[in-house]
């Protein structure tokens, strides 16, 4: 199994550019997220999706938009791409269980983003 | 609302000394408690969780519900410890699972 992959692995966009985060499991996990983490700070929630056809949003969608079509694939775009939005950025994936998760997200690589 | 403090960006030991990583959260429900691990070049994955009460690595960690804490400890630190930690919560039952991280202490372990 390949688990959570994302490409591309760096990206620099000039601001006003759009572009899609790739993101991919092979494990049949239901739920699935975005979140972003910038120097010095922790992860941040973007959109999460409890499978496919559902996403919600996290703590800072702001200026991201997201789909599921598919179980396997959750990506995010960004729209009109600005400075405050370079980070880092990192797909999960979880198993669902009754009442929840198991708490264990299975994390991609990450995707390095600058907006110049 | 729902927070994770790790109050140490970074935490610097010498093999064979304790270690201490500190977590505080607030959560007004019935919190899960998760530490997770980076190490270099790798992935970020679960460490340990406080509902499974066991020891991965040597690391233990405890929920004080009273203190609002979960601190991870070691008693003798190994250099292949070296890496980002971060402390993270999610609510019993939380519609989606979802994780609030905290802002990571990185552990320098030296010879």
């Known amino acids: 199994n390949a688990g959570v992959t994302q490409t591309p692995k760096f990206r620099i966009l000039k601001i006003g550019q759009s572009m899609t985060l790739q993101c991919t499991q092979d494990?049949?996990?239901?739920?699935m997220y975005w979140y972003r983490q910038d120097p010095g700070m922790g992860l941040k929630l973007i959109y999460y999706?409890?499978?496919?056809?559902?996403?919600d949003k996290g703590e800072v969608p702001n200026g991201y938009n997201v789909s599921r079509s598919t179980t396997e694939d959750f990506p995010l775009r960004l729209e009109l791409a600005a400075p405050s939005q370079t980070s880092v950025y990192f797909c999960?994936?979880?198993?669902?269980?009754?009442?929840?998760?198991?708490?264990?997200?299975?994390f991609g690589e990450g995707s390095r983003l600058t907006v110049l | 609302a729902q927070r994770v403090t790790q109050p140490e960006k970074l935490l610097s030991v010498f093999k064979g000394a304790p270690v201490e990583l500190k977590c505080n959260y607030s959560?007004?429900?019935?919190?899960?408690l998760f530490w997770y691990v980076q190490y270099s070049r790798q992935r970020l994955q679960l460490l340990l969780r406080?509902?499974s009460r066991e020891s991965i690595k040597g690391f233990t960690a405890d929920l004080n519900k009273g203190e609002t804490s979960f601190h991870l400890k070691k008693p003798f630190a190994q250099e292949e410890d070296s890496a980002m930690y971060y402390c993270?919560?999610?609510?019993?039952?939380?519609?989606?699972?979802?994780?609030?991280f905290g802002q990571g202490t990185e552990l320098s372990v030296k010879p």
């Open positions: 999960a994936s979880t198993k669902s269980l009754a009442g929840g998760s198991t708490g264990e997200l299975f």
């Open positions: 494990m049949n996990h239901n739920y």
């Open positions: 999706s409890v499978g496919a056809g559902i996403t």
């Open positions: 959560y007004s429900g019935s919190p899960e």
């Open positions: 406080h509902i």
């Open positions: 993270a919560l999610s609510g019993w039952g939380d519609q989606g699972g979802k994780l609030i």
